[in-house]
């Protein structure tokens, strides 16, 4: 296979530019960055996600390549997500763009504040 090219609007890498940009994509590898995590840890974790969302989210990063599901025979039966290596290869990235968000929130939220100011 070639490299894709994202300014193609035919091109798969926009399908993969979606799931690594959604945010909750982003919080499940942050929050799987030390190891496995059960469904309940994560939903904890990442404050604000519904389980359906999250459900949703686990699901298709799992299709993706992006993390595994391990389900444990016990009673209640346990479930693990884990980073694959693909999904690991996202860490430096993410956490890139979260240490950029992190150290400009001020100012994107006041460059957003003026401009609604701006538009009332």
Same mark, same amino acid.
């Given at each position: 296979?070639?490299?894709? /090219?994202?300014?193609?609007?035919?091109?798969?890498?926009?399908?993969?530019?979606? @799931?690594?940009? /959604?945010?909750? *994509?982003?919080?499940?590898?942050? *929050?799987?960055?030390?190891?496995?995590? @059960?469904?309940?840890?994560? @939903?904890?974790?990442?404050?604000?996600?519904?389980?359906?969302?999250?459900?949703?989210?686990?699901?298709?990063?799992?299709?993706?390549?992006?993390?595994?599901?391990?389900?444990?025979?016990?009673?209640?039966?346990?479930?693990?997500?884990?980073?694959?290596?693909?999904?690991? *290869?996202?860490?430096?990235?993410?956490?890139?763009?979260? /240490?950029?968000?992190?150290?400009?929130?001020?100012?994107?939220?006041?460059? @957003?504040?003026?401009?609604?100011?701006?538009?009332?």
């Amino acid at each position: 296979m070639t490299n894709g /090219d994202a300014f193609d609007p035919n091109c798969p890498t926009r399908l993969v530019l979606d @799931r690594i940009g /959604d945010k909750w *994509s982003v919080l499940v590898v942050l *929050s799987l960055r030390h190891g496995p995590k @059960r469904f309940t840890e994560l @939903r904890d974790m990442i404050g604000g996600v519904t389980p359906k969302v999250l459900t949703q989210t686990l699901r298709a990063m799992a299709a993706d390549g992006l993390l595994t599901r391990e389900v444990f025979a016990e009673v209640p039966p346990r479930v693990e997500y884990t980073l694959t290596p693909l999904g690991r *290869s996202l860490q430096e990235p993410i956490q890139a763009i979260t /240490d950029w968000a992190e150290q400009y929130v001020t100012e994107v939220m006041a460059a @957003r504040e003026t401009r609604q100011g701006q538009e009332r």
